[in-house]
C-alpha cells in the first residue's frame, strides 16, 4: 500500500499517522506538502492527518480545504481512490466538500482528550473489513469540534445508505446520549461519501496500534485498507 | 471601496458558544438578554471602484470561504 500523507502548517499528527501506516503496509508513507498539485505516482491512499491547519482560523480546515493540493485529491477521489481524513482531516474533508456536513463545536463547549468507545457499523466497507459489524473498539479522541452536523435530510441519507461507519457508543456497544461525547448528529464518528472511498472520522486509530499505546485496536483498521488493496491488485 | 461581511448562523443550527455568553450575561446581571447568537464579521477593503464588480468579488469571497453555506448565512454591506 503506497499511501501519501497531507501536510499543512499546524498539522501535527502526520508522523502518528506515518508510524501507524508503516507497520500496517511495510512501506514509508509520502509526506505531501499542501502547495503541492499533484500526487505520488502510484498513490493507494491520500491521508489528511489531524492537528490545527492554519491554526484552525476562520472554521477548522476551512484555509487547508482550498490548498492547491486539495484539488488533487479531488480527482484521486473522483477516480475512486481511497481518502482517509482523521480529526482536523476529517474537518477539511467536510469544508472541501469531499464529504457532506460541517463539525461543529462540542456541545458542551470542552476540547475532548480522552480515549472512546467506537461501534463499528458494518464491516464491507474498505476502512472497515479489519472489523466485524457491531465490534466495540477503543480509540482516542482529541477535538474541540467534533459534533458533526448536517441538514435534516442530509443525516437521513447518511444513514439509510449505511455511510455511518463508526459511532460513538459506550464500553458495551450501547450507542445513547451519554456515549455521544460531543453531540454529534446520530453519535456519528466516521462517515464515507456516496461512493464509499472517502472515510472520515473524527477519533485517532493511529494511536492505537502499537502494544506500548496500551491498547492496538486501531490496528483494524489499517490492516483493512492493506487487505482491501491486496484483493483489488 | 470599503465593505463589511456579515457571516451568521443560519437558525436552527445550535450555537454553544452563543448560549455560553448568553449564560454568562446573564450571571453578569445584564438585564433583559433573551438570547444571544455568535458570528463573525469582515472588514474588507477594495481596490477599484466598480460597485458591481466588488458585490460579484464579495459575494464569491463568502461563497467560497467566508461562509460555510451548510450552517451559515451573510450578508454584504458596501460602504462608500
Known sequence: ???????????????????????????????????????PKGTDLVVVPGGFSYGDYLRCGAIAA?????????????????????????????????LPGILMRNSKLKFICRDVHL?????????????????????????????????EETVKRLQREGRV?????SADGVVDDTSNINGA?????????????????????????????????????FAGLVAHLEKAA | MKARVTVTLKSGILDPQGKAIE??????????VASVRQGKVFDIELSGSDK???????????????????IENYAIELKA
Open chain 2, 52 to 70: 458591481a464588480k466588488a458585490e460579484a468579488a464579495l459575494k464569491d469571497a463568502a461563497d467560497k470561504l467566508l461562509a460555510n453555506t451548510v
Open chain 1, 165 to 169: 461507519l463508526y459511532r460513538y457508543c
Open chain 1, 119 to 151: 461501534r463499528v457499523e458494518r464491516s464491507d466497507s474498505p476502512f472497515t473489513r479489519g472489523y466485524n459489524a457491531g465490534q466495540v473498539i477503543r480509540v482516542p479522541v482529541a477535538h474541540g469540534e467534533g459534533n458533526y452536523a448536517a441538514d
Open chain 2, 23 to 32: 449564560g454568562a450575561l446573564k450571571s453578569l446581571g445584564v438585564d433583559g
Open chain 1, 66 to 98: 482550498r490548498a492547491p493540493v486539495m484539488d488533487a485529491v479531488r480527482d484521486f477521489a473522483a477516480s475512486g481512490g481511497l481518502v482517509l481524513g482523521v480529526c482536523n482531516g476529517f474537518q477539511i474533508l467536510c469544508e472541501s466538500g469531499l
Open chain 1, 1 to 39: 500500500m503506497k499511501s501519501a500523507i497531507l501536510v499543512f502548517p499546524g498539522i501535527n499528527r502526520e508522523r502518528d499517522m506515518a508510524r501507524a501506516l508503516k507497520l500496517a503496509s511495510g512501506n514509508e508513507a509520502a509526506m505531501v506538502w499542501h502547495a503541492e498539485t499533484a500526487l
Open chain 1, 185 to 221: 448528529a446520530q453519535s456519528i464518528a466516521g462517515i464515507v461519501n456516496e461512493r464509499g472511498n472517502v472515510l472520515g472520522m473524527m477519533p485517532h486509530p493511529e494511536n492505537h496500534v502499537e502494544d506500548i499505546m496500551g491498547c492496538t485496536d486501531g490496528r483494524g483498521l
